[in-house]
């Protein structure tokens, strides 16, 4: 029934779709036309050399107003609804969706050519292309009441640079600007380029703020570029101060005195309050809030140093990172000097205003499952900050599940309860028995994690599962992009509770399930290492890799004692405190790549690979670390777990195969193609192709990886909504199987969009 929901509402949105699509043409006015699009043809003159033009095309047509009326697949859904509203009567939805989407018309006369061929000139000078030719070109389609506006551009030789120099004066400053024209990237041969000299100056003016020169800025300098020696299109640049530049910004600062708040609250007396001296710097506060020694560290500014903003936005950042300020703000105060000194001297007050020391925070969620479960969750979490004066951060979760199988198959009604208590205790430095130089962690300083969680899984008429996991590690930031995390200590205990008959007989019939349940104490080593190269929005071309290393049970081996012998087969496994405990080595990498192809759109793409290998105590990986196929995350057209391993068909349709669908052995690709549609709304097309096999004969038919693994992926494809409110994203996916590796062999290619599979989510799936 809730398939036939979807499908229904699909069926819907397309016909809304169409109907919104009504050609828009007969509310043109007679006399106009609809400015369709611009074509811009730039070409260089034979005699000329230049490079990159297709990024100056672009530059030039991105200038180039007004903006025709935006489409969607080939549809002016704004403009739609403006008409509609202002010349058609409406009712209250049109004027919704004008109020939201609605654009008022663009039309032909509205197109200023004699204004845009100037813009375009001038835009061209500014970049070193002088005596350009340009020409206009328009044509009309009356039949669909639109035009499209051409310029064609023809480019000169540009100008270029011969010699970069300092226009001197006697002052000493001149020294420094003959250093910063040494090292500009602006060398010989450059073109002239306005966008490239505002760059320079802004280079120069940062160069000279971390030597200390905090009065200065770029506003001062100024270029003055001069043919009269050339008759080539060539230029000598000069860089000079200008006119009556204070005499304070040419001259450095250092740090006179560091002045630290740490518990900067509104309306606080400053001379009320004790001030002690630590490391050369005063810290002032009311009360022993914070530990003098435990937040030294992450201040980085020094008494007697040359000013330096990226010391301060580095100790900025690194007291943020603590977990305990809602604010930090570092201020400066000039310090009266003499007039005829070298230096001036600045003061550096350091305010640190706290968040609350308790909170607690609830979480009420509603989940739907593509495994038909579906049910709400509530989480609580109680956090206490800066436990021990030092930044800690304790955090006491505890959480409640229901969920139901509403449809799907013939196990409706099945209920899922889940409860689960947690500790986390954070403390923001490095716990070890190693001592590190602080000038190790220069971007950040790591902080070290203590994690304990119980859980209780309850599957009703299968099993109850209880696990008990820690964890002992640190994370940190190399840099802004690269985040490293290593747990040294990594402990997880899986106690199977109870077991129905039916799912007893499901163990039976799998003994490769059954091993991996068996093997109930995991203790090992995680790392993970994560490039988030998304946060580079200034490019068209962006990465992301994060790659996990999970190896367990070796140093424990080395206290292992031989176990009881197997009733079955008179293996004797190794134990630890009475426990069979689980040995392997897991690998995987996680590698994205997304493509901006305009404002709001982007071509995304995701390859994943996954191996884990059991070995010495272990024949099998344990359950909970091996690899499913499918779901919300995965391969849309799939159901969660429903995919592989390899080709094999679970014997029914019974929901509960999922246990058999695992393997040690994942692969899957993903590409998606996101779109803007209105406000918040976004909109996406996308394909899935992924699998899990198993490297070892499990007993499963058709589950083992072999070099046909290619034609065993399962292919989907499907279209999505997203609701996208600053970051917090709601996902509505359908998607339907084109290849599925479970059918025989000549049937897997499949035309399966009239029951497609419905995925509700949270965030970008990547």
Known sequence: MIKRHYIRISILLVTLMAVYSCAVKKYVPEDELLLDSYDLDVKVDSAATVENVDALTAELLKAISPKPNSKILGLRPGLHYYYKVNVDSAGWFRKFMNKKIGEDPVYLSDVEQESTRDLIRNRLENRGFFFSEIGTTVERNEDVKEATVGYQVTLPQPYTMETYQVDRDSIPFYDLLEQQVQTSPIKKGSRFDLSAMKLERERIDADLKEKGYYNFNSGFLIFQADTNRYDNRKFDLFLKLKQDVPSKAVKPYRLKEINVYPHNTVGADSTRQDTTRFDNKNYIQDENFFRVD???????????????????????????????????????????????????????????????????????????????????????????????????????????????????????????????????????????????????????????????????????????????????????????????????????????????????????????????????????????????????????????????????????????????????????????????????????????????????????????????????????????????????????????????????????ADSRSFFDQSGNLRLEANVEYRFPIFGYVKGAFFADAGNVWNTTDNGLPGGKFSGNFYNELGIGAGAGIRVDVQGFVIRFDLAAPLHDPSLPEGDRWVNDFGSPVFNFAIGYPF
């Open 294 to 652: 435990r937040l030294d560290p992450f201040i980085t500014l020094t008494e007697g140093e040359l000013y330096s903003p990226e010391k301060s936005k580095a100790t900025s950042r690194r007291l943020g990172s603590i977990g305990a300020y809602k604010f930090v703000n570092i201020e400066y105060t000039e310090v009266d000097s003499m007039l005829n000194d070298s230096v001036n001297y600045l003061e550096a007050n350091i305010y640190l205003s706290p968040l609350n020391k308790r909170a607690i925070r609830a979480e009420l969620q509603g989940v739907t499952k593509s495994n038909d479960f579906a049910g709400p969750s509530l989480g609580l979490t109680f956090s206490n900050r800066n436990l021990f004066r030092g930044g800690e951060l304790l955090n006491l979760k505890a959480r409640a599940a229901y969920e139901v199988q509403i449809a799907g198959s013939s196990q409706a009604g099945l209920t899922s309860t889940e409860f689960a208590l947690g500790a986390d205790l954070i403390f923001p430095r490095v716990i070890s028995p190693i001592s590190f130089d602080s000038d190790v962690f220069e971007y950040s300083i790591p902080k070290t994690i203590i994690s304990l969680e119980a859980n209780l899984l309850n599957r009703s008429a299968l099993y109850g599962l209880l696990t008990f996991s820690g964890s002992f590690g640190y994370v940190w930031q190399a840099n802004k992009y690269v985040t490293h995390e290593l747990d040294p200590i990594a402990i997880n205990y899986v106690n199977l509770l109870y077991q129905s008959e039916e799912f007893d007989a499901i163990l039976n019939d799998n003994p490769f399930l059954r091993t991996s349940f068996d093997q109930q104490f995991i203790s090992g080593l995680n790392y993970s290492f994560t490039y988030n190269g998304m946060l580079r929005t200034n490019r068209r071309s962006l990465f992301y890799v994060n790659s996990n290393l999970d190896v367990a049970g070796n140093s424990i081996s080395l206290l292992g004692q031989d176990g009881d012998p197997d009733p079955d087969t008179g293996e004797i496994k190794d134990e630890f405190l009475g426990l069979e405990y689980a040995q392997y080595a897991k690998v995987d990498v996680d590698f994205r790549y997304h493509f901006i192809t305009g404002e709001d759109q982007r071509i995304a793409t995701r390859l994943f690979a996954g191996i884990g290998v059991p070995y010495g105590n272990s024949d099998v990986m344990p359950f909970s670390k091996q690899y499913f196929s499918g779901g919300a995350y995965s391969v849309r057209a799939f159901r969660t777990r429903s995919l592989g391993p390899g080709t094999y068909t679970p014997p029914d």
